[in-house]
Nanobody
Framework: VQLVESGGGMVQPGGSLKLSCTVSGFTFSDYQMNWFRQVPGKGPEWVSNINNDGSPTYYADDVKGRFTISRDNIKNILYLQMNSLKIEDTALYYC??????????WGQGTQVTVSP
C-alpha cells in the first residue's frame, strides 16, 4: 500500500491550491478516504472524508465551503481543492485510507504554507 501526496506549496491568503494523493497497492474504489493536517506540536486534525464512490463527503467546520474533496477511481487519485486559503490553513497535509473507521495507511504529507 502506498499513498503519495503532492501539490503543496506556498500561497498568499485568499489563494488556492489543489492537493493530489496518488494511491497504489490496494483497490482504491473499495475504501473511504480522508485528508488530515498537522502543525508542529499538535496532533493530526481531520479535514475531510469521502465515501468510496465519491458521495457523500464531509468536512471539518473550519474548511466547509472553502475546501472540496473528490476522487478519481479510474486514475486512483484523491484530491483536495482548497480555495480562500487562510494563514491558519498552514500545515502538513496527509491523505489516509479509512478501514473500519480507522486511518490505517498514511502518506508522507505535503506542506501547505499560507503567508502574505
Amino acid at each position: 500500500v502506498q499513498l503519495v501526496e503532492s501539490g503543496g506549496g506556498m500561497v498568499q491568503p485568499g489563494g488556492s491550491l489543489k492537493l493530489s494523493c496518488t494511491v497504489s497497492g490496494f483497490t482504491f474504489s473499495d475504501y473511504q478516504m480522508n485528508w488530515f493536517r498537522q502543525v508542529p506540536g499538535k496532533g493530526p486534525e481531520w479535514v475531510s472524508n469521502i465515501n468510496n464512490d465519491g458521495s457523500p463527503t464531509y468536512y471539518a467546520d473550519d474548511v466547509k465551503g472553502r475546501f472540496t474533496i473528490s476522487r478519481d477511481n479510474i486514475k486512483n487519485i484523491l484530491y483536495l481543492q482548497m480555495n480562500s486559503l487562510k494563514i491558519e490553513d498552514t500545515a502538513l497535509y496527509y491523505c489516509t485510507r479509512e478501514n473500519d473507521h480507522v486511518s490505517d495507511y498514511w502518506g508522507q504529507g505535503t506542506q501547505v504554507t499560507v503567508s502574505p
